[in-house]
């Protein structure tokens, strides 16, 4: 698991690999995340868009970027948290995954959120 706050803003990362969805002959390795953000400080905030660097076993990069998450831009009030999953193929057993939220606070300061690196990796190989 992967943890960081950033103004108050924890975001902490699972990631699975899902055999059922991958077939490593064809080279295609599918993984799951599930994010929890939660608003730690005193002011509300809201999340606006995300930005992912997306690494393979061989240091190719893709990054992604888009409005909010799962077709949500959530609004976390003091205390409160926001529980999602999404998904991520590879073409190689692993890789790693980090990246950032653009929030926004009610006066309309923005800042950038931390998304610690995770790493994306088949169960087989852990053993």
């Known amino acids: 698991m992967s943890v960081a706050v950033t103004q108050g803003i924890k975001i902490s990362v699972a990631s699975f690999y899902r055999e059922d969805e991958s077939d490593p002959r064809q080279s295609q390795y599918?993984?799951?995340?599930?994010?929890?953000?939660?608003?730690?400080?005193?002011?509300?905030?809201?999340?606006?868009?995300?930005?992912?660097?997306?690494?393979?076993?061989?240091?190719?990069?893709?990054e992604v970027r888009g409005e909010g998450v799962i077709g949500q831009m959530p609004v976390l009030e003091p205390g409160a948290s926001f529980f999602y999953r999404s998904g991520c193929p590879l073409r190689t057993e692993f890789g790693s995954m980090r990246g950032t939220y653009l929030m926004e606070r009610p006066n309309g300061e923005r800042f950038e959120a931390t998304?610690?690196?995770?790493?994306?990796?088949?169960?087989?190989?852990?053993n």
Not at 30 to 59: C, M, V
Not at 115 to 126: E, M, Q, R
């Open 115 to 126: 998304i610690a690196p995770f790493p994306l990796i088949t169960s087989y190989l852990l």
């Open 30 to 62: 599918f993984f799951t995340y599930e994010i929890t953000i939660e608003n730690q400080g005193d002011e509300p905030a809201q999340l606006l868009s995300r930005h992912w660097i997306i690494k393979d076993a061989f240091n190719r990069i893709e």
